[in-house]
């Protein structure tokens, strides 16, 4: 199979810094190909193959794929499966930027060398969510090129975080269905009612979600719990007035003397003392 160069020259708008399209299975012409740029696709209806890097990957919906120069890649449809995804090319030095400004090296240097791209299953909401955002690219005056510009790397900055860096800081070998638990655990609406909810969550028993947790977290149900927990107080603490005893309850804990002992075995110091540090 012949192998096609795309030039960024040609596949990335040089005023706004990307492209963003749509692309039908029943329509385009897929070529095995290779590129000098960035790009993150999003699955929105159907299944197909993903041919990337001489091998064969099953595209489903609510995946999200990143793709590096290093990759070749193409899309093939099978018999009469059909499948259509939106996808946004990016600059080499949109992503350099990008980093530069997110810090954590270790991940890029994971994300960009790893043998296969990073490869995420979103849920339904957040799937809705980024394409409506993807699509919004395409609706902002254009006329406008740095306003573009901005609300696409707004678009990057959150997919990085939210999504990739996360995934390549876990073990590769952690099940998909568990990564998105905990991106689902994040929410103050689920980690406020604690196991329970991560229980309902799952779909498990909760012998089998506590070992699963244990065996690629390597804490206790209970520990990953406060630990969202005591992370969203922190960003509470430094960024609102609300009461260090109403964080406590809002948060999921049931007892303020056992929230207290909680905060300060993670932190090392007070509520109000970290309050205070972090707000003066």
């Not at 018999?79 to 930027?97: A, C, G, M, V, Y």
């Not at 791209?117 to 005056?141: D, G, H, M, Q, W």
């Not at 969202?228 to 007892?255: H, K, Q, Y």
Request: glycine share 4%; net charge neutral.
């Amino acid at each position: 199979m012949k192998t096609y160069f795309y030039p960024a020259s040609v596949y990335v708008n040089g005023e706004s810094g990307y492209t963003c399209r749509h692309n039908y299975s029943g329509t385009e012409n897929f070529q095995l190909h290779y590129h000098d740029y960035y790009e993150i696709f999003l699955m929105i209806s159907g299944e197909g193959i993903h041919y990337v890097n001489g091998e064969r990957k099953p595209l489903t919906d609510h995946s999200l794929i990143f793709i590096r120069p290093s990759d070749t890649h193409t899309y093939i449809r099978e018999q009469d499966k059909k499948f259509s995804f939106i996808n946004l090319t990016f600059t080499k030095e949109t992503f350099e930027n990008l980093f530069s400004y997110i810090g954590n090296p270790e991940a890029k240097e994971k994300l960009i060398t790893s043998k296969m791209p990073p490869l995420i299953f979103v849920e339904k909401l957040e799937k809705e969510k980024l394409l409506s955002r993807f699509e919004a690219l395409n609706t902002l005056n254009w006329e406008e090129p740095k306003k573009r510009e901005a609300r696409m790397k707004l678009l990057l900055m959150d997919i990085f975080v939210n999504f990739f860096i996360g995934a390549v800081e876990r073990k590769d070998n952690t099940p998909s269905w568990l990564e998105m638990l905990t991106e689902k655990m994040n929410h103050p609406s689920h980690f406020s009612e604690g196991i329970p909810k991560m229980l309902e969550l799952s779909g498990y028993s909760r012998e089998h979600l506590s070992r699963s947790v244990k065996k690629h977290l390597k804490v206790t149900l209970s520990e990953f719990i406060n630990s969202l927990r005591i992370n969203w107080i922190c960003n509470m603490l430094i960024n609102t007035d609300v009461p260090i005893t109403d964080l406590c309850f809002e948060a999921g804990f049931s007892s303020l003397s056992y929230f207290y002992r909680v905060f300060k075995a993670a932190i090392g110091i007070t509520p109000a003392d970290f309050r205070e540090r972090h707000t003066t």
